[in-house]
């Protein structure tokens, strides 16, 4: 079990038997800027790295599907351009209260990103698959960019299983009071084939709350679980671990992957590590020649009036 701030998430693959060749990757990712000291005299040590406030976290479930071994690292891949996108190119402006539509357009970049990735990684296969689930969290904001395969849920107290953001009919009957449509662009469902236009990334903005659940599914676990089963298990309680081994299904055939994030509390910004000027490092022996040096210089005379 991991604890992010308030946040108890957990994710869990369990790989599959069958033929193809199927594989899952998964990420789970706490985001704060950082920078390494080499010397200061500030109130930090020589050689620490000193933290600013958590900008976000990042679930991420790439689904793939490979028919041929060559083509087999897809999702691999496709998660490894997702996170190295987080890390050294997205914009730390839209974390930090960026606006909504600047923090969707980076999360279909950090998609496009990865297609693009997956199709130069395999040139001219013609079985790969990836359909990535990404959720990003910057407390209350939600972000999720979904391209199909997998499912995404979530769970809030006694009421129904929300799922997000698949398809007009959900939208229609909560959509307008959880989220709004923010991005509907090209994505990538079979990306080296290069058929754009099967999938799409669609990114979605919601609010949260203190107790809802996260809950993020591949394909082969989504199969296996239908959504009153998933939110029969939410609604049981337990950990993110705990839920998470719950929620692989019995099938063996393809991988299962499955993240748990639980909001425990009021989200607060983790304060930034404040450095302070350390003492004076002048020696004694150095302080005392120093008051000897300028004991007997004179003192300015007061000026005279009149």
Known sequence: MTRIDNIDVHGLSIAGSGPGGDSDSFAIADLAKSLHVHQTNLDTEDGDRVHGANQGHLFLIADGTAQIPSTSGASDEAARTIVDYFLGEMPWHHLAGGRPDDVATALV????????EVARSAPGASGARCAPTLAFVNWPDLYVAHLGGGQCYLQREEEPLALLPEGDE???SWGDGLGSALHLVDGFWNAVR????ARATRVRHFLLRAGDQLVLLSD???RDRNAPEVGRILRDG???EQLCGRLIGA???LDQTVIVARFLAEAKSA???VAHPRESRLSTA?????RELTRGVAQPSPARTG
């Open 194 to 197: 290069g058929n754009r236009a």
């Open 109 to 116: 970049d950090a998609v496009e990103n990865a297609r693009q």
């Open 170 to 172: 959900h939208e229609r």
């Open 220 to 222: 082969g676990a989504a």
């Open 251 to 253: 099938s063996t055939e």
């Open 271 to 273: 304060d930034p590590v």
């Open 238 to 240: 337990g950990t993110a």
């Open 286 to 290: 150095a302080a005392q020649a120093l």
